[in-house]
């Protein structure tokens, strides 16, 4: 069964408007969560590192006023992409560690359309 | 600059033949590789995955080669079933960095 949850599937949104993916690991406590995204037919681009208790680590060329993540507890994390535009529609996938030398697992991804 | 590659958008292959898909990569830090398997509208799905300290590891109907010289790897399906379409995304993992490098992806088409 899924080991990360990620919610929601799929949102659609105004332009301006701000909006929350929550992804959770599930019977596993994860210190540290992935945001990836992807565009169509692009392969996953590493967004930012997600640390539990402190602050995410952004890859270069990703803003981090824009795209907001809190790592608030060991089972959770978001991402807010705030006063989003329409070259914010992505698919957003979330990831984080399972046990120690397993692979990462995936969440099912948000499809973001803004309009 | 793509530190991962995967040179083929597409590949389709007849069921019940072997399946080969490719991936080359540059960063020589990196040590440990993985292949995922993705269906549209869905997160990635680990498949199998290797470490640079061995040139095969095998899982049922899949097996991937790993050479490093090239600094090249395989994952080969056999025999290839129609449930096996879908994009596969090479992955790598190293260098001290703890979130994968991945390819564009391949997408496979398995043909009855």
């Known amino acids: 069964g899924a080991v990360v949850s990620q919610h929601p599937s799929w949102v659609i949104c105004k332009s301006g408007t701000s909006v929350k993916i929550e992804c959770r690991s599930l019977?596993?406590?994860?210190?540290?969560m992935f945001w990836y995204r992807q565009f169509p037919k692009q392969s996953l681009m590493l967004m930012a590192t997600?640390?539990?208790?402190?602050?995410?680590?952004?890859e270069q060329g990703v803003e981090k006023d824009k795209f907001l993540i809190n790592h608030a507890s060991l089972t959770l994390s978001t991402l807010t992409v705030t006063s989003a535009h329409p070259e914010d529609s992505s698919f957003y996938i979330c990831s984080a560690p399972g046990h120690l030398n397993s692979p990462l697992h995936f969440g099912n991804g948000t499809r973001l359309t803004v309009t | 600059d793509q530190q991962v590659k995967q040179n083929s958008p597409s590949l389709s292959v007849q069921e019940g033949r072997i399946s080969i898909l490719n991936c080359d990569y540059t960063?020589?830090?990196?040590?440990?590789f993985l292949w995922y398997k993705k269906y549209p509208a869905e997160g990635p799905t680990f498949l199998i995955s290797i470490s640079s300290i061995k040139d095969k590891n095998e899982d049922g109907r899949f097996t991937v080669f790993l050479n490093k010289s090239a600094k090249h790897l395989s994952l080969h399906i056999v025999p290839s079933q129609p449930g096996d379409s879908a994009v596969y995304f090479c992955?790598?993992?190293?260098?001290?960095?703890?979130?994968?490098?991945f390819g564009k992806g391949t997408h496979l088409i398995i043909q009855p």
């Open positions: 997600s640390n539990e208790g402190s602050k995410a680590t952004y």
């Open positions: 960063n020589s830090m990196f040590d440990y």
């Open positions: 019977d596993f406590q994860a210190t540290t």
């Open positions: 992955a790598a993992q190293g260098g001290g960095a703890d979130g994968l490098t």
